[in-house]
């Protein structure tokens, strides 16, 4: 069977235009602002941050989990939130010289590093229990038979490059013996409800579900058949990342570690609140029912903020190998992608109970 093309669906809204509404929504602020002095790249970050220092953040539940704990206003330096998220729209803030910090997976950092953005990830943190609670599910259309990955060979299959999801289901087909010649990619945005929307008009027959989509969408179209499986590999990388010139601002970077720490803290506060946490942001904050975030923070599991990053780079780079393959793109080293020394701050900030 030859490669075939992936196609494309209009489902939803195309993803330029969410990308340029989200940049609209920040004309007039530039990461460039608040430069300090220049720092070295193997410089010890600064001590205190200076003062007229400013980031712009795309990490929406964090400002939220910051909110609800009582430190959203205990930053030192001056704080602007950008309701941006996700690889795609995080990457196009960068180059807009929109955003300072963005909250992502682990492929964003990969795809803006073969596209001549260098980045430089500086927070990690995944799931004590990757497998059994994963972030991802198979989603299969009603009517098509996929017990298990074993089944993949011949269907349809929802594909987005340049995010998790597109990088997960290379890797399931590699744990099933497969290739991209043995399915058929379907290159469709993973926003919203696309990928549910796409199994439901039967457009692919699998798709990667997260979160809440999981459950709703068995709950709509179970009855029809609808089903999903798991895929039983590691899905849960979580990443903070910057564009590396950022971190030649000395102002910037040490703001970034104070950021970093918070975040560390939050990510403590949310395991240890789960009520105030649906409560605050799930039914609050994303208009979700209690049922919809008890859901999801069941799934959530523990989180795992790691002080050492060496197995988490070498997984990274697993990851690069596979993408560099199956897209033609030279490999990258995994290690170039972090700076490590912002390493121990998240895991160290975790570690204080998520006090301030």
């Known amino acids: 069977m030859s490669t075939p093309s992936p196609r494309r669906f209009p489902l939803g809204v195309p993803f330029a235009v969410l990308v340029l509404t989200a940049l609209v929504a920040l004309t007039g602020c530039s990461a460039a602002e608040s430069a300090g002095p220049a720092l070295a790249a193997d410089a010890p970050l600064p001590a205190s941050v200076p ?62 590093t073969w596209t001549g953005l260098p980045v ?126 950022t971190l030649e601002d000395a102002g910037k970077a040490a703001a970034i570690a104070e950021y970093v720490a918070a975040w560390g803290r939050a990510t403590k506060w949310v395991y240890e609140h789960p009520q105030e946490w649906i409560d605050g942001y799930y039914v609050a904050d994303q208009g979700l029912s209690k049922e919809d975030g008890q859901y999801l923070v069941d799934a959530a599991g523990e989180p795992d903020v790691p002080a050492d990053w060496t197995d988490v780079i070498a997984r990274h780079q697993e990851t690069i190998d596979l993408l560099a393959a199956e897209t033609g793109n030279d490999a990258i080293k995994a290690d170039d992608l972090y700076d490590r020394r912002y390493e121990k701050l998240g895991a160290e900030a975790y570690g204080s109970g998520g006090q301030g």
């Open 51 to 112: 003062e007229g220092t400013k980031l712009i953040v795309g990490d929406p539940s964090t400002k939220v989990a910051l909110q609800l704990s009582g430190e959203l206003d205990k930053f030192s330096f001056d704080i602007e939130w950008a309701n941006i998220s996700g690889g795609p729209q995080t990457t196009e803030a960068f180059r807009a010289d929109a955003l300072d910090v963005g909250a992502v997976a682990e492929i964003p950092a990969i795809h803006a």
């Open 120 to 245: 430089k990830i500086v927070a990690s943190k995944f799931r004590v229990d990757p497998i059994g609670h994963p972030i991802y599910q198979l989603g299969v259309a009603p009517g098509v038979s996929v017990a298990s990955i074993a089944d993949l060979r011949g269907k349809k299959i929802a594909y987005s490059p340049g995010q998790a999801q597109g990088a997960l289901i290379l890797r399931v087909l590699k744990q099933a013996g497969l290739t991209k010649e043995d399915v058929e990619l379907i290159e469709l945005p993973s926003t919203g409800d696309v990928y549910p929307s796409a199994l439901a008009g039967r457009q692919v027959d699998v798709a990667p579900l997260g979160g809440v989509n999981i459950s709703r969408y068995l709950t709509k179209y179970g009855p029809d058949g609808a089903t999903t499986i798991p895929h039983g590999l590691r899905d849960d990388p979580s990443h903070l990342y910057v564009r590396t010139e």
